[in-house]
């Protein structure tokens, strides 16, 4: 294998890691870490950790409440943040689901276990500091709850297992019992059920695939350029 030969390899392979870099930071956190929350690129920032997770107003939840939260500190440009159960050490899966509104929050849903149970950004240009985020209660009791976050505070610091200081506690809804009138004998006991609301999970916005079309072809143009060098 020539010099040459070789030194195209390298391109190659740079042009590889580099696509796959970009793409892991600029699209949000990749399925691998809905589990161990580890990002794939940077280093673990120093201490102490400059973000907290603020639940608004609440500290017990329901079937299908909404309720908002965000993360507060400095400024940072990408998260991954899941719901899970304060008993469930071993399990880390998450409950309940996020919504993403239509609009350019800079964030996107992801499904780890079930659909829209984890949220991400859905770009790096933006960020995200002050921005709320809306969780939807579980059907069920799944027992007490905190909120578990990896901040990302730009494509090589990041802070992880950042956890609500507040747990919320299940609190059963209220059931609505109407009583006929004294003629008659018979009860009848409503219980009213939200419906699970929409929420967005597709995919990037298409400035997102534009930028990384244009780095795939940036590099490879400069690739070709040299295996046609003399």
């Known amino acids: 294998m020539t010099g040459k030969d070789m030194m195209s390899w390298v391109i190659v392979g740079y042009v590889i890691t580099s696509l796959t870099r970009v ?10 870490s809905c589990q161990s929350f580890d990002p794939v690129h940077g280093t673990q920032g120093p201490n102490p950790v400059p973000y907290s997770i603020q639940v608004t107003s609440t500290n017990t939840y329901t079937n299908k409440q909404k ?8 400024q940072f440009t990408g998260l991954i943040l899941q719901a899970r159960r304060v008993s469930g050490a071993s399990d880390w899966r998450p409950v ?49 709850i905190y909120f578990m976050a990896n901040v990302l505070k730009n494509k090589d610091v990041w802070y992880n297992n950042i956890r609500s200081s507040t747990n919320l506690k299940y609190e059963p809804s209220p059931t609505t019992i109407t009583t006929a009138s004294p003629t008659t004998s ?17 995919t990037p916005p298409s400035i997102q695939q534009g930028f990384q079309k244009f780095i795939t072809i940036g590099l490879f143009t400069i690739m070709a350029d040299f295996l046609l060098l003399p």
């Open 67 to 74: 309720i908002d939260l965000q993360i507060k500190g400095t």
């Open 96 to 144: 309940g689901w996020f919504s993403v509104p239509f609009d350019s929050s800079g964030l996107r849903l992801m499904s780890c276990v079930s659909d829209g149970d984890t949220i991400t950004q859905s770009t790096s240009f933006n960020s995200l500091n002050g921005t709320m985020m809306t969780w939807i209660a579980p059907e069920r009791d799944e027992g007490d």
């Open 186 to 202: 018979s009860t009848t006991i409503t219980t009213t059920t939200a419906k699970r609301p929409y929420y967005y999970s597709g």
């Open 23 to 32: 793409g892991a930071f600029y699209n949000g956190a990749p399925h691998q």
